[in-house]
């Protein structure tokens, strides 16, 4: 039974940074592709960022430069550190665990990022 916890949320100023966390227990860990997503307000779940189980990153354009995802396979954890944030980075974040090979596809219940001042 594969599980997913988000950490990290919270409310911050604009041009703050905050660091999620995603802990992932029941899996093995490194063979999976790990995504960042989010879902503002009123609007459709998007993409963030995504990570390889070789490092291989992607960041969507409105987060380049200013985001990070990144993981510790060690820990079985899944980071994302948010910098220069923006009123409209506030959403909920999603974790993703995705092992496209064998059909699975894991989601955590989310953290709320609230950047307002």
């Known amino acids: 039974q594969v599980q997913l916890v988000e950490s990290g949320g919270g409310l911050v100023q604009p041009g703050g940074s905050l660091r999620l966390s995603c802990a992932v227990s029941?899996?093995?860990?490194?063979?999976?592709?790990m995504g960042w997503y989010r879902q503002a307000p009123g609007k459709q779940r998007t993409l963030v960022a995504l990570?390889?189980?070789?490092?291989?990153?992607y960041y969507v354009d409105s987060v380049k430069g200013r985001f990070t995802i990144s993981r510790d396979n060690a820990k079985n954890t899944a980071y994302l550190q948010m910098n220069s944030l923006k009123p409209e980075d506030t959403a909920v974040y999603y974790c993703?665990?995705?092992?496209?090979?064998?059909?699975?596809?894991?989601w955590g219940k989310g953290t709320l990022v609230t950047v307002s001042s």
């Open positions: 993703n665990a995705k092992r496209a090979s064998v059909g699975s596809d894991y």
């Open positions: 029941g899996s093995i860990f490194r063979l999976y592709v």
């Open positions: 990570i390889g189980s070789d490092g291989t990153t």
